[in-house]
């Protein structure tokens, strides 16, 4: 049993803030579980464009949401019970997730399924909205911030080493094409909540901003 069990803790940002690898070293080291909110919207989004669905509100959208389950299970993600999980990291769900995560009733189908995972031993939960939509109640909400620049330079290094062939320059368009979407959706866009506290990762290193969020988290624990 730890002492921060119960807390529930919300990690906002763009694209390439360092948020999931973030959110994952401090679940270790709290014993804490952490919910990639990015993979559900990825999920769906694999699946319905796999399907040929529009991303655009309407009938078929709303025919097909009806009849989606999505669930989650350690460390991966099923549609109608098929697991999804390897596939939705690809440049092929990138091009094409915020355009469906823009959706308000696409968004709506997901809020519950978040907000059950915060059970009696808390949540780290990284996302877009979750200090502003999903979690406004949680004990201490973090915005990640770095400049373009950064997180397309972190993002290019990750996709070579994956093996995959882009110059720095398509995935610093990629980056602004996405924070464009993300921002200026009328739904919940990205947008640090009132209350949050923002922390840019320009020039420092993972460690380093796992060593911030712990001292913050202590402290918010204290108080
Ligand atoms: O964090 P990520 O790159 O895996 O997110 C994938 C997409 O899903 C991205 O376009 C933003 C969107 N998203 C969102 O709108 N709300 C969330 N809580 C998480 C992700």
Redesign the pocket.
């Known amino acids: 049993m730890t002492s921060f069990m119960g807390m529930l803790i919300t990690i ?1 940002g763009p ?2 803030s360092g ?2 690898t973030v959110s994952r070293k401090l679940s270790e080291k709290l014993g804490i579980p952490f919910l ?7 999920a769906l ?1 694999f699946f319905l464009h796999r399907k040929n669905v529009p991303s655009m509100e309407g009938p078929v959208l709303d025919a097909e949401l009806a009849a989606v389950t999505v669930k989650l299970k350690t460390s991966a993600v099923l549609v109608n019970g098929e697991d999804v999980t390897q596939f ?2 690809s440049p092929r ?2 091009a094409v ?2 355009a ?3 959706l308000p009733s696409l ?1 709506r189908k ?1 809020l519950d399924l ?1 907000r059950d995972q915060a059970g009696e031993l808390g949540l780290i ?6 200090g502003t939509v ?1 979690f406004p109640w949680a004990t201490l909400k973090i915005f990640l911030t770095a400049s373009q620049e950064e997180r397309a330079l972190r993002r290019w290094k990750e996709l070579r080493e994956r093996g995959e062939s882009c110059t720095l320059e398509e995935v610093l368009e990629e980056v602004r094409r ?1 924070d464009r ?2 921002s200026e ?1 009328e739904v ?1 866009p ?1 947008r640090a909540a009132p209350d949050a506290v923002i922390l840019d990762t320009d020039g420092l290193s993972i460690e380093e901003v796992v060593q911030r969020l712990l001292d913050m988290i202590a402290a918010r624990r204290n108080t």
Do not use: F, N
């Open positions: 906002d694209a390439g948020k999931s990639d909110t990015g993979a559900l919207y990825r989004a939705i990291r769900v990138d997730v915020s469906y995560a823009a968004r997901l978040q939960a990284d996302g877009r909205d979750m999903v996405r979407i993300d959706r919940a990205l």
